[in-house]
């Protein structure tokens, strides 16, 4: 039987891979950009065409990868307060697991993890205090890094757009016959720029955000209705965050375990 975690880290992961094809078509948009600066007659045409194509197959791309996103968080969620109050939560949970699809659900094992979350508290307040605070402490530092990363390739897009912008009109200046679909393969450049950008954006507040319920957590009274709404708080932030990517968190794994379990260490003594 596929645990919720196994399943929610599977789900997950099913949209992580589409997020590699969304990034891939982004940068066919900026080959062909590239190509217009050496092509002209119809092969602009085609150029703008395939360029058109890539960054609508991009956002349609993206309404699965956010559909994707959504039904694993609402797993991860409901495993959560399942881990938190040991309620099997049967009919949620059968509803949840009937929407997975059967390849996320065949892979689901292979992300079985029974240390997922550790808590030690006997108490189901706490163990969700407990859960939350490791939740929004290893994301927290990820958004942070994600943040960086989408800071360096807006400001590396930015700067290849101003060369194809700069090298782009001088062509339409000397070449105006063929100016439409030049100034239609620049426009399309702007859209991989914004949807970095906005990445930038969300992963800063998310990230400010979670280290401030991570402080709230820390010095809270353990009332079910004040976790929860915490809680509550916490699936608000993380639902309108773009996804991490696998590189950032294999690369930042082994210091917030070793961050993580020295934090746990210190609250201990």
């Given at each position: 039987?596929?645990?919720?975690?196994?399943?929610?880290?599977?789900?997950?992961d099913?949209?992580?891979a589409?997020?590699?094809?969304?990034?891939g078509?982004?940068?066919?948009?900026?080959?062909?950009?590239?190509?217009?600066i050496?092509l002209?007659?119809?092969?602009?045409?085609?150029l703008a065409?395939i360029?058109l194509?890539?960054?609508?197959?991009?956002?349609?791309l993206?309404?699965?990868?956010?559909?994707?996103k959504?039904?694993?968080?609402?797993i991860?969620?409901l495993?959560i307060?399942?881990?938190?109050f040991g309620?099997?939560?049967?009919?949620?949970?059968?509803?949840?697991?009937?929407?997975?699809?059967?390849?996320?659900?065949l892979k689901?094992?292979?992300?079985?993890n029974?240390?997922?979350y550790a808590?030690e508290?006997?108490?189901?307040?706490?163990?969700?205090v407990?859960?939350?605070?490791?939740?929004?402490?290893?994301?927290?530092?990820?958004?942070?890094?994600?943040q960086?990363?989408?800071?360096?390739?807006?400001?590396?897009?930015s700067?290849?757009?101003?060369?194809?912008?700069?090298?782009?009109?001088?062509?339409?200046?000397?070449?105006?016959?063929?100016?439409?679909?030049r100034l239609?393969l620049?426009?399309l450049?702007f859209?991989p720029?914004?949807?970095?950008?906005?990445?930038?954006v969300?992963?800063?507040?998310?990230?400010n955000?979670?280290?401030?319920?991570?402080?709230r957590?820390s010095n809270?009274?353990y009332?079910?209705s004040?976790?929860?709404s915490?809680?509550?708080?916490?699936n608000?932030?993380?639902?309108?965050t773009?996804?991490?990517?696998?590189?950032?968190?294999?690369?930042?794994?082994?210091?917030l375990?070793?961050?993580?379990?020295?934090r746990?260490?210190?609250e201990?003594?």
């Amino acid at each position: 039987m596929a645990s919720l975690q196994g399943l929610s880290s599977a789900v997950l992961d099913s949209a992580k891979a589409k997020s590699k094809y969304k990034s891939g078509l982004h940068i066919l948009t900026f080959v062909c950009a590239a190509l217009s600066i050496f092509l002209n007659e119809h092969w602009l045409y085609v150029l703008a065409v395939i360029a058109l194509i890539s960054e609508l197959t991009s956002w349609f791309l993206s309404l699965s990868i956010e559909s994707k996103k959504s039904l694993g968080q609402e797993i991860l969620r409901l495993n959560i307060l399942q881990q938190a109050f040991g309620s099997k939560m049967a009919v949620d949970a059968a509803y949840l697991k009937s929407k997975v699809d059967k390849k996320d659900y065949l892979k689901s094992e292979k992300f079985d993890n029974q240390a997922y979350y550790a808590t030690e508290s006997p108490e189901p307040e706490k163990r969700l205090v407990d859960i939350l605070q490791e939740s929004c402490f290893w994301s927290q530092h990820l958004y942070q890094s994600c943040q960086k990363r989408a800071v360096a390739f807006s400001v590396f897009l930015s700067i290849l757009i101003i060369v194809l912008v700069i090298t782009g009109l001088t062509l339409i200046g000397s070449d105006s016959n063929y100016s439409v679909p030049r100034l239609s393969l620049l426009f399309l450049t702007f859209f991989p720029l914004w949807n970095s950008v906005g990445d930038a954006v969300n992963f800063s507040s998310a990230s400010n955000k979670l280290q401030s319920i991570d402080q709230r957590l820390s010095n809270i009274g353990y009332e079910q209705s004040s976790i929860l709404s915490i809680f509550a708080e916490y699936n608000v932030v993380t639902s309108n965050t773009p996804l991490i990517p696998q590189k950032v968190y294999e690369s930042e794994q082994s210091k917030l375990n070793e961050l993580w379990d020295e934090r746990i260490g210190s609250e201990k003594l």
